[in-house]
């Protein structure tokens, strides 16, 4: 499995930005879809957003027109610019990869196998 690093998160005021990053070791194809998802408290673990190992990017509708996924396959890391946070964005987020290169993007957490440590994204009122 691949060992998913994430960074980039903190404490921003509502309206803020944040950006995110995960990188992704010990594997030697880039070619993974990828998944972000976050966890508030008390709450399941949700999809963010997804992008294909062909780079199409699909968002939680939450999300759409705020949040924007890319991926850097030379360096095998994801990134997840969030704007116009909001409160209810309040979460540790976590980046996820299925066991498997050139699989298709699922919105279920059930469908990851390496998972990052997560990182925490406050935003304040």
């Known amino acids: 499995q691949a060992q998913l690093v994430e960074s980039g998160g903190g404490l921003v005021q509502a309206g803020g930005s944040l950006g995110l990053s995960c990188t992704a070791s010990?594997?030697?194809?880039?070619?993974?879809?990828m998944g972000w998802f976050r966890q508030a408290p008390g709450k399941e673990r949700e999809f963010v957003a997804g992008?294909?190992?062909?780079?199409?990017?699909y968002y939680a509708d939450s999300m759409k027109g705020r949040f924007t996924i890319s991926r850097d396959n030379a360096k095998d890391t994801v990134y997840l610019q969030m704007n116009s946070l909001e409160p209810m964005d309040t979460a540790v987020y976590y980046c996820?990869?299925?066991?498997?290169?050139?699989?298709?993007?699922?919105?279920?957490?059930?469908?990851?196998?390496?998972w990052g440590q997560g990182t925490q994204v406050t935003v304040s009122s």
């Open positions: 996820a990869a299925p066991s498997r290169p050139y699989s298709g993007l699922s919105y279920s957490p059930h469908d990851y196998d390496s």
């Open positions: 010990g594997r030697t194809n880039s070619r993974y879809s």
């Open positions: 992008i294909s190992w062909s780079g199409a990017a």
